[in-house]
């Protein structure tokens, strides 16, 4: 099955960027996500790149993905301390009637003042 | 507004009596999914209905099962719930291939 790795921890002061990474193993997926979570709540979607894309731009995030090292990134700029939260990658695979996500295990960011 | 919800957000059960988790969404969506995600870890899918086609995951326990009366709503039960079920249940929503939206999540104890 698709394995998918992200580093556990990032730590960032207020104002700079962060980079949120994520590997995986099978190349077969139409959509990447990324997905937020606050603690105690649900997931909210952050934004996705469809796979034959490179990079996508929404405000202060920018995505990027390298299908050949098989390597997907999250940037924020501008980090704020609202955006301390787990972040997950997951990828899609499309069964026919569903779209099954394998998320990766998350990664914490913290926002230092 | 448009949106998955999950009730309760919290809840308290005793080692073997059974509970149901509800979940409910105005989206219009025909798939929903229920995953359970245990502290510290990626949620993890139990199983999913496609309109009322039920679809279970390999390795769900038998003990989790789900009901879909209607496209609105959609219910988790836990026949017998034990200590290393307390976690996290989130309900997700999409409409068929489509970005999945999930719901605030019902945090389960297992006293």
């Known amino acids: 099955g698709e394995d998918v790795e992200q580093s556990l921890f990032l730590s960032v002061r207020e104002g700079d960027s962060s980079v949120i990474n994520c590997t995986y193993t099978d190349s077969s997926s139409t959509y990447l996500y990324w997905y937020k979570q606050e603690p105690g709540a649900g997931l909210q979607l952050l934004t996705y790149?469809?796979?034959?894309?490179d990079m996508k731009q929404d405000q202060r995030l920018t995505v990027l993905l390298n299908k050949k090292d098989k390597h997907l990134s999250l940037r924020i700029a501008d980090t704020q301390t609202g955006d301390s939260a787990i972040y997950f990658c997951a990828l899609d695979g499309d069964t026919g009637t569903a779209s099954k996500l394998t998320f990766g295990t998350g990664t914490r960011l913290q926002v230092t003042l | 507004d448009a949106m998955v919800i999950q009730n309760p957000r919290y809840q308290v059960t005793q080692f073997g009596k059974p509970v149901t988790l509800s979940c409910s969404q105005t989206l219009n969506h025909n798939v929903m999914y229920w995953y359970q995600q245990k502290s510290s870890q990626a949620p993890k899918l139990l199983f999913h209905y496609y309109d009322k086609d039920f679809n279970n995951e390999a390795d769900t326990p038998d003990n989790f099962q789900s009901r879909r009366p209607n496209t609105s709503f959609c219910f988790l039960d836990i026949r017998s719930p034990g200590l290393g079920d307390a976690a996290m249940y989130l309900c997700?929503?999409?409409?068929?291939?489509?970005?999945?939206?999930f719901g605030p999540g019902t945090r389960l104890l297992v006293l």
């Open positions: 790149i469809f796979s034959n894309m």
């Open positions: 997700a929503t999409s409409r068929v291939g489509e970005t999945q939206y």
